[in-house]
């Protein structure tokens, strides 16, 4: 069985979602393996239906016009996996920019990869660069992909890069403040994400943008992620809508009444 290669080309514009509209969500695909168990199929159909529904994620966010889309890949910690799934999740990685890189440059998709590149496969390592490289110019939607990503590994990495600068004279530590470390992230010039969307039940982040969750909206579903689709989407819009972000402070109204 092959991947379904739904094409992306030509996606109209925003279609003016009246509703508030976060600008950066951030995904955490989780029930592939799941999905294909609950129907007595192979874990690996699970990830191949996967895929599908991240194209589904794509073209939803390039319709309702939000501005980034951060996906979980691949984390540090999927590398303990059965030697053979990893190959065959590689693989999936390669098709998927093999196969889908030109709709998305077509479309006005950029293409970002955060995480580490340190003894990845060659191969794989200038595919990456490749999609980063051809739609770096592109505004309409900008595709975070966390690939081989922990947030932990993140926030360490920029702690080291911090200290380096101390040792080397560059920065007072005394000046380091949010914003300093920050400005080390691999998001370094992306918003943090307003929604963070979990699929298949679980209440958790998994190392996933640990720093840049602080005031996150989360929201988590219960249908597993080969299930996901613009219905289910909107549906997890619709409850960030509702949601009233206060970031630390007091409603107005809250304010004036002294509760």
Not at 56 to 65: D, K, N
Request: glycine share 8%; aromatic share 8%.
């Amino acid at each position: 069985m092959h991947d379904k290669v739904e094409t992306m080309t030509a996606i109209p514009p925003a279609d003016g979602w009246s509703r508030a509209l976060p600008r950066h969500v951030g995904i955490i695909m989780d029930g592939n393996g799941r999905w294909a168990a609950a129907r007595g199929l192979p874990r690996m159909e699970g990830h191949r239906r996967g895929v599908e529904a991240v194209r589904r994620s794509v073209r939803t966010a390039l319709e309702i016009g939000i501005s980034y889309l951060t996906i979980y890949s691949f984390s540090v910690e999927n590398w303990s996996r059965p030697p053979q799934e990893v190959s065959f999740l590689m693989g999936l990685l390669k098709r998927f920019i093999r196969n889908d890189l030109a709709d998305l440059h077509a479309n006005g998709v950029r293409v970002r990869i955060i995480g580490s590149r340190e003894g990845l496969d060659p191969e794989i390592t200038l595919l990456l660069e490749e999609a980063e490289t051809l739609t770096c110019g592109n505004g309409r939607l900008t595709l975070v992909v966390a690939f081989n990503y922990g947030g932990r590994q993140e926030i360490a990495d920029a702690a080291r890069r911090l200290a380096m600068r101390v040792a080397a004279g560059e920065i007072d530590p005394a000046s380091i403040c949010p914003e300093t470390i920050c400005a080390e992230l691999d998001t370094a010039d992306m918003p943090d994400p307003d929604l963070i969307i979990r699929t298949s039940g679980e209440q958790r982040l998994s190392n996933f943008l640990l720093w840049q969750s602080a005031y996150a909206e989360f929201v988590f579903l219960q249908l597993h992620w080969p299930d996901f689709d613009r219905v289910a989407f909107e549906a997890a819009l619709d409850v960030y809508a509702g949601r009233e972000r206060r970031f630390g402070g007091l409603r107005v109204e809250a304010e004036k009444t002294g509760s």
